[in-house]
């Protein structure tokens, strides 16, 4: 039977280089949850690290050019735009806007060979477009900030549901059991709180950790050192008594996450202080992240991007970084340019050189790097030359882990307002980021109350975008 077992794993794996689909059921152990897990199909990423711009930036002045919008200034909305808006479920898009459409302040520029239009606030990102994907038509359900976040991170308006980042990790493990399989990375935090990244119904093993850029990675990582030398056996004792426990009340999933969390906790102390500390990387990387720049929120959000590469190079599964360091983020209701402005500074020069780095390195190709936001913002202005929300049609970008360089999908309007042209959902994305990462999305599922919940939906709903993978 062993030398029967070990020839079907051969063939299962023969199988999956092939890359033809398996249907299997998810084995998780309790007491060791990240132990790597085998992809349903040849993955073509084994990683993510998810940058997430909250408060919605203004696709119209960063990647969707729209020069009928510039010629348009100051007018109201062509009858022909309006009236088709208003017979979908985005109708409330005009709702706290003026009439008066908005030009963008921002010049736009052809880049790379692919000739992509990209506007003056992301020179350095500019630089890679040959590399990424773009999506020009998303689309989200909410035109508020919490309920389209948390679309984006759990597939529902409604908050409680598992993120994605805990969803990968329950279906695939991490490659480094010293190190947590999911990590995210803040100063403020995402809109809506905790439940955009939570683990929801998952078992609680699939939550993240967040880690800080800066000291410590972990808080309290380290005992007193009064306390260091019994450490071990005092966590021995522990876990004995907890094990005691769990023989007396199996099944109970809070119990066995402490249990793993305490060996997590214990092997953390050497691994996450190496992942944090930066003093061994040279100088050039440095400058290249910009941790060398004298804004210290340039210089914060370097620390992260840098990090979440020394987290994947580890082997950490799901990164979530959150461009938040105060409390309106993007969210450009007045002023566009004083809000713009200095986030796109703080951000350009450290996610460039991330993708820059990734890719010196060969890490680019197994690392599906995602920059997206709950939704964009309104052609219309808003206040004192501010923009509105706009679920309705807006823009992220993908690079690296399977992702087809140059890929360019959907459209918006002649005025960037709704998708006209292939309008992508969120469960779309989420499907696509799956099959990069070699899991057949609809089979990924938790029972909860006698149903399957999937990250995806309602099965049949979802349609991942293969012409933007490899």
């Known amino acids: 039977m062993g030398f029967g077992l070990t020839a079907y794993e051969a063939m299962r794996r023969s199988t999956l280089i092939a890359g033809e689909p398996q249907k299997r059921i998810r084995a998780i152990d309790p007491l060791n949850p990240f132990a790597a897990r085998l992809p349903d199909f040849a993955p073509r990423a084994k990683s993510v690290i998810f940058l997430f711009m909250v408060g919605g930036p203004s696709q119209i002045d960063t990647f969707d050019y729209k020069p009928i919008l510039q010629s348009l200034d100051g007018k109201t909305v062509p009858d022909s735009i309006r009236k088709s808006v208003e017979e979908t479920r985005h109708a409330n898009v005009f709702h706290g806007c003026k009439e008066e459409l908005m030009a963008s302040p921002y010049k736009f520029a052809q880049y790379g060979q692919s000739g992509t239009w990209v506007s003056s606030l992301f020179p350095k990102m500019a630089e890679h477009v040959d590399d990424i994907a773009i999506i020009y038509s998303m689309q989200a359900d909410s035109n508020n900030h919490a309920p389209a976040s948390y679309q984006l991170h759990t597939g529902d308006v409604r908050g409680g549901k598992a993120s994605l980042g805990s969803w990968i990790t329950y279906g695939l493990g991490t490659e480094n059991t010293d190190l947590p399989g999911y990590v995210v990375l803040f100063d403020a935090g995402p809109l809506g709180g905790n439940a955009n990244y939570s683990n929801g119904f998952l078992p609680p093993a699939f939550q993240p950790t967040r880690l800080r850029d800066r000291g410590l990675p972990v808080l309290d990582l380290l005992p007193p050192e009064s306390l260091a030398n019994g450490q071990r056996q005092s966590i021995d004792l522990m876990q004995q008594l907890n094990q005691m426990h769990r023989v007396e009340h199996p099944g109970f999933s ?118 997206a936001s709950e939704f964009g913002r309104t052609p219309m202005m808003q206040g004192d030359m501010g923009r509105q929300h706009n679920a309705a049609g807006f823009t992220l970008w993908m690079a690296g882990g399977g992702v087809k360089p140059g890929t360019r999908i959907g459209a918006t309007d002649d005025i960037g307002l709704m998708a006209t042209e292939r309008p992508v959902q969120f469960r779309d994305l989420h499907a696509t980021i799956l099959t990069a990462l070699g899991i057949t999305f609809e089979e990924l599922s938790y029972e909860v109350n006698g149903r399957d919940e999937r990250v995806t939906g309602v099965a049949g709903t979802a349609k991942p975008l293969l012409d933007l993978l490899i």
């Open 254 to 371: 809070e119990l066995d996450a402490r249990i793993a969390n305490y060996e997590l906790a214990y092997r953390m102390q050497s691994a996450a202080l190496n992942v944090g500390n930066f003093e061994d990387e040279p100088k050039h990387i440095h400058e290249l992240y910009g941790l060398d720049e004298t804004d210290p929120r340039t210089q914060s959000f370097a620390r992260k991007c840098l990090l979440s590469r020394r987290l994947v190079e580890r082997g950490v599964r799901y990164v979530q970084l959150y461009d938040m360091p105060d409390k309106d983020g993007w969210d450009a209701h007045a002023k566009l340019t004083d809000n713009h402005d200095p986030r796109a500074r703080w951000t350009d020069k450290s996610v460039a050189g991330l993708l820059t780095d990734l890719k010196q390195r060969g890490l680019l190709d197994s690392t599906l790097v995602i920059w």
